[in-house]
């Protein structure tokens, strides 16, 4: 091991437990998904480099759609598997490590959304990844309803915005604000076409009315939000010691609040869990007020939330040796209290209205099964 690698190591932190109360479930389709996925994802040669596609072909890519999505038929589902793939291969190869500039990203983001907008003809030079998202836009049309395929589209177009942000944070000075890098990873994670997936794979439809009531927007991104933070909590050890990325929640607020590490830590928790604590009760006045679809859609947003726990504590992506006085907790090690339940909007103007939803007053409108 290197010097560098050891000074890594030190910087580690220990894993902690998670407060998410919602039920764990499971597709019995896991396995037979991921190697359907990683078998096309070889046939798409999406990376060259020999260790990355090791290390992708052990992501799980089935058992993060099955644990995410534990409903709908195969077929779907595996589309859904292919497209994380995709989204993994993009991050780890394109975004990440090859270090791009943003103008760099703009252009390639700028393609991949064409192949999406217009995926009939393939454009002359087109990346490995735009002609994989090309593929699956396509074969999408099998199950989307043509309003699904417009917010499926609209949701690439925040994600690849995000993309661009996040590479010109990568190359600038120091580390965002905590605000904008809120508003930044939210987008970056991939988790709005993620979502937007979930009706598709399901087999229901919400109506535009209640997709873009107030309540369900703020339903959706905490759900992004959510999962962004899980996974800077989840996956910070391997990052800095893969490659020296320090551009996460806990560094960003030991940066923005010039506290140590362990602090920054426990106020990322406290965040995270005060945050979690406000999904469960506006989702709890959705299910109570609105109609079956938009019921089923935040029921299945709080299985993503989970569902992605379950997979991350589980997937060799995210296990790194161990430093010295650092805690490893056994899989599946889950707190039944979160660390801030005060129910107060956190000071953060890019998120602060989620909270002003709970004294909404405008009943759903309701529509019928």
């Given at each position: 091991?290197?010097?560098?690698?050891?000074?890594?190591?030190?910087?580690?932190?220990?894993?902690?437990?998670?407060?998410?109360?919602?039920?764990?479930?499971?597709?019995?389709?896991?396995?037979?998904?991921?190697?359907?996925?990683?078998?096309?994802?070889?046939?798409?040669?999406?990376?060259?480099?020999?260790?990355?596609?090791?290390?992708?072909a052990?992501?799980?890519?089935?058992?993060?759609?099955?644990?995410?999505?534990?409903?709908?038929?195969?077929?779907?589902?595996?589309l859904?598997a292919?497209?994380?793939?995709?989204?993994?291969?993009?991050?780890?190869?394109?975004?990440?490590?090859?270090?791009?500039?943003?103008?760099?990203?703009?252009?390639?983001?700028?393609?991949?959304?064409?192949?999406?907008?217009?995926?009939?003809?393939?454009?002359?030079?087109?990346?490995r990844?735009?002609?994989?998202l090309?593929a699956?836009?396509?074969?999408?049309?099998?199950?989307?309803?043509?309003?699904?395929?417009?917010?499926?589209?609209?949701?690439?177009?925040?994600y690849?915005?995000?993309?661009?942000w996040?590479?010109?944070?990568r190359?600038?000075?120091?580390?965002?604000?905590?605000?904008?890098?809120v508003?930044?990873?939210?987008?970056?994670?991939?988790?709005?076409?993620?979502?937007a997936?979930?009706?598709?794979?399901?087999?229901?439809?919400?109506?535009?009315?209640?997709?873009?009531?107030?309540?369900?927007?703020?339903?959706?991104?905490?759900?992004?939000?959510?999962?962004?933070?899980?996974?800077?909590?989840?996956?910070?050890?391997?990052?800095l010691?893969?490659?020296?990325?320090?551009?996460?929640?806990?560094?960003?607020?030991?940066?923005?609040?010039?506290?140590?590490t362990?602090?920054?830590?426990?106020?990322?928790?406290?965040?995270?869990?005060?945050?979690?604590?406000?999904?469960?009760?506006l989702?709890?006045?959705?299910?109570?007020?609105?109609?079956?679809?938009?019921?089923?859609?935040?029921?299945?947003?709080?299985?993503?939330?989970?569902?992605?726990?379950?997979?991350?504590?589980?997937?060799?992506?995210?296990?790194v040796?161990p430093?010295?006085?650092?805690?490893?907790?056994?899989?599946?090690?889950?707190?039944?209290r979160?660390?801030?339940?005060?129910?107060?909007?956190?000071?953060?103007?890019?998120?602060?209205?989620?909270?002003?939803?709970?004294?909404?007053?405008?009943?759903?409108?309701?529509?019928?099964?």
């Open positions: 091991m290197t010097v560098a690698s050891d000074h890594r190591l030190i910087q580690q932190l220990p894993t902690i437990p998670f407060y998410c109360p919602v039920p764990a479930a499971a597709h019995p389709a896991a396995r037979v998904l991921n190697e359907l996925t990683v078998d096309w994802m070889f046939r798409q040669d999406l990376d060259s480099d020999p260790d990355q596609r090791r290390r992708l052990l992501c799980d890519f089935g058992g993060l759609t099955a644990s995410t999505m534990p409903y709908g038929s195969l077929a779907p589902l595996t859904m292919k497209f994380h793939a995709v989204l993994f291969s993009l991050d780890d190869g394109v975004c990440d490590e090859a270090q791009p500039t943003a103008g760099q990203l703009a252009q390639e983001t700028s393609r991949i959304m064409r192949a999406v907008e217009a995926p009939g003809v393939p454009a002359p030079g087109e990346s990844h735009a002609a994989a090309r699956l836009r396509q074969e999408l049309e099998t199950y989307a309803t043509p309003r699904q395929l417009r917010r499926w589209v609209d949701a690439m177009r925040v690849t915005s995000g993309l661009v996040e590479a010109h944070c190359r600038a000075p120091g580390l965002p604000a905590l605000d904008d890098y508003s930044l990873w939210m987008r970056a994670i991939g988790m709005a076409p993620s979502t997936m979930m009706e598709i794979v399901a087999g229901y439809s919400v109506p535009d009315e209640d997709m873009e009531d107030p309540r369900v927007r703020a339903l959706t991104e905490i759900t992004w939000t959510l999962v962004s933070w899980d996974n800077d909590l989840y996956s910070r050890n391997k990052e010691l893969r490659a020296d990325d320090d551009l996460n929640l806990i560094d960003v607020l030991r940066h923005e609040l010039g506290c140590s362990p602090q920054a830590l426990e106020r990322a928790v406290e965040m995270r869990d005060r945050v979690m604590v406000l999904f469960l009760r989702r709890e006045q959705v299910l109570r007020e609105g109609g079956a679809e938009v019921r089923r859609y935040v029921h299945d947003l709080g299985q993503f939330v989970r569902g992605h726990l379950d997979w991350a504590s589980r997937c060799p992506r995210y296990k040796p430093a010295p006085g650092v805690t490893v907790r056994p899989t599946g090690w889950w707190k039944h979160p660390a801030d339940d005060s129910g107060e909007a956190l000071p953060l103007p890019a998120i602060s209205w989620w909270w002003d939803q709970l004294e909404a007053e405008r009943p759903l409108v309701r529509h019928a099964a």
